[in-house]
């Protein structure tokens, strides 16, 4: 009987946790890869502070929320949307310190964090850097059956994490894992 060589029988998942970073609604999403390039939908949501609380209360919201996605589905590595230049500077500020919070909190927990900007991650999904919404969205039920009709800030998430996976190569991926266990 042929036997194929132990790299190519197991097929190691590695676990990814994509960050779509925001204020009123910061999306994230948990994937599976594995060095042949499959995808395996875990888990998304979406974390929605209270606009009522001060802004430290809302920070600290989002960190909590994260570091509960992070105890519960213990990615191996973390990638986060990069902040594009926004006309308003305020805006800008507060979603750079959400973003803040969202680049600390895998990294506070000893995962390796990427980041990518929004058109790569459109591009790594749809194939189009300039893609809506709604092209997300539709891609990732395409790439994701199980992840069904996730939200626009899941769903972007969601899309961070399987740019994560094209850009780290599953091998690259699985064999940053194994050193880190």
């Known amino acids: 009987m042929f036997e194929l060589p132990y790299a190519v029988q197991m097929s190691e998942m590695i676990r ?9 609604s910061a999306g994230w999403g948990v994937i599976e890869a594995d060095a042949a390039g499959r995808l395996a ?5 979406e974390i929605k502070p209270d606009a009522k609380l001060d802004m430290g209360a809302r920070l ?11 105890a519960e589905f213990r990615p191996a590595m973390a990638a986060v949307e990069e902040t594009f ?10 979603l750079g310190q959400a973003r803040g919070v969202c680049l600390m909190a895998p990294a506070s927990a000893g995962l390796p964090v990427a980041e990518y900007p929004a058109n790569s991650i459109k591009k790594a999904v749809t194939g189009v850097g300039h893609a809506d919404k709604r092209q997300v969205q539709a ?3 395409v790439l994701l059956p199980k992840a ?12 961070v994490a399987i740019c994560h996976s094209h850009h780290a190569g599953a091998a690259r991926v699985g064999a940053q894992a194994r050193r880190s266990a």
């Open 148 to 159: 069904g009709n996730q939200g626009s800030d899941a769903a972007d998430a969601l899309a």
């Open 85 to 94: 230049v926004n006309a308003n500077p305020r805006s800008a500020l507060l």
């Open 41 to 45: 939908f875990v888990a998304a949501g």
């Open 16 to 24: 990814i946790l994509g960050i779509d970073p925001a204020l009123r």
């Open 139 to 141: 891609m990732i039920r």
């Open 60 to 70: 600290a919201c989002l960190h909590e929320a994260l570091m509960a996605v992070l």
